[in-house]
Structure formats: C-alpha cells, structure tokens
T-cell receptor
Framework: QKEVEQDPGPLSVPEGAIVSLNCTYSNSAFQYFMWYRQYSRKGPELLMYTYSSGNKEDGRFTAQVDKSSKYISLFIRDSQPSDSATYLCAMMGSGGYNKLIFGAGTRLAVHP | GAGVSQSPSNKVTEKGKDVELRCDPISGHTALYWYRQSLGQGLEFLIYFQGNSAPDKSGLPSDRFSAERTGGSVSTLTIQRTQQEDSAVYLC????????????FGPGTRLTVL
C-alpha cells in the first residue's frame, strides 16, 4: 500500500462547477500538507500549504485537512478552463521524517 | 529573479549510455531536490542537498544513479548504463532552507531511453 493514495481520474467537469479533489494517507507522522498544480509539460507549482488540521482558503481554492481520518481535500469553486491540469497532493512529517511524499496526481479537465 | 532551470529539456539516449541532467536552482536557495515522475505516477523523491551537509541519497533507485552539487549551487544528476525503465521526467526543485519551506520546481528533463 502506498503512503499517499490519490485517484488519478481523469475528472471532467463543466465550467463553473465545484471540484473536489482528495487524498488519503497512512502515516500519522505527516504534519505538512500541500497541493500542487501541474500543467502539461511543466513543473509542479504550489497552490496551497497547510500545517496540521483545519481549513485554509485562498480565492477560489480551499484546502481541508482531517488528520483523524487521514484525509485531505482541495475544493475549487467556480472552476475555469484554465484550472485544467493535474493536481498533486504532497505531505511530509517533521523532525526526522522530512521527505515530501506525493500522491499520483488527479487529472482535471474543465470544459467550457 | 529567474526560477529553477533545467537542461536539457529533452534527452533521448540509447540503452547502456550514460546521461547527465543539470539543474540551476534559484539564487540564494540552499536546499535542492531531485524527483522522478514516471507516466501516470506521482513524484518519486531521489536525493536532497542541504547546504554543506551530506546529501540524503535514500531515494536513489540503484547505484547507477548519482548526483552532485558544486559550490552549493548547480547540481548534476548522472545516470550510468541507462535502462528503458529509467525513462521518465526528472524534476529539480529548490527551497530557501529546510524541506518544510516551499519547494519551487523547474520544468523538468524528459528522458527517453530507447
């Protein structure tokens, strides 16, 4: 079993829809949680970064972390065609466990 | 300033040849990372450099893989005797200090081993 599980999709939604992307993980040592967006043939870029549990909002994006369930989510409101990309969750622990572990990525297509 | 740059952007090689991939991190970033991204897979950690400390090589898949970082800046990832399973996108990232800081990624080098 992988440490981080993420449905690869693809996920296809109409413009304006609310998108929900999720990851589950098995390692309770993870403390830092990130979402990266990767356009085709580009490197990943950081979208959201949260520490421990809770919600974080940035414009149309909301990240949620539920450490009790080992489950993280990214919500995209009013999705746009420009949001079409692969979304990767990533997480790491603290102290001696400091590697960034990525999910496989979910491919999202927002069609006009 | 400029972001992380990588060269070449694409590399096609024959099985058994050696290849070198280059990464120029963001100026002032002391931490540098190499990842591998295979088709349909997430990023796989390869190696981590932090300042003058010994690198964390725990992600290198075999002894055919090695990396160095000269002068605390540019890094080279070398793959010897390439195999077809080495075909992937190799991504480099850098950050200001520790691994908890935001990592900025380069565009990657797409390696194809025939």
């Amino acid at each position: 079993q992988k440490e981080v599980e993420q449905d690869p999709g693809p996920l296809s939604v109409p413009e304006g829809a609310i998108v929900s992307l999720n990851c589950t993980y098995s390692n309770s040592a993870f403390q830092y949680f990130m979402w990266y967006r990767q356009y085709s043939r580009k490197g990943p870029e950081l979208l959201m970064y949260t520490y421990s549990s809770g919600n974080k909002e940035d414009g149309r994006f909301t990240a949620q972390v539920d450490k009790s369930s080992k489950y993280i989510s990214l919500f995209i409101r009013d999705s746009q065609p420009s949001d079409s990309a692969t979304y990767l969750c990533a997480m790491m622990g603290s102290g001696g466990y400091n590697k960034l572990i990525f999910g496989a990525g979910t491919r999202l297509a927002v069609h006009p | 300033g400029a972001g992380v740059s990588q060269s070449p952007s694409n590399k096609v090689t024959e099985k058994g040849k050696d290849v070198e991939l280059r990464c120029d991190p963001i100026s002032g970033h002391t931490a540098l990372y190499w990842y591998r991204q295979s088709l349909g897979q997430g990023l796989e950690f390869l190696i981590y450099f932090q300042g003058n400390s010994a690198p964390d090589k725990s992600g290198l898949p075999s002894d055919r893989f090695s990396a160095e970082r000269t002068g605390g800046s540019v890094s080279t990832l070398t793959i010897q005797r390439t195999q077809q399973e080495d075909s992937a996108v190799y991504l480099c990232a850098s950050s200001f200090a520790s691994i908890a800081d935001t990592q900025y990624f380069g565009p990657g080098t797409r390696l194809t081993v025939l």
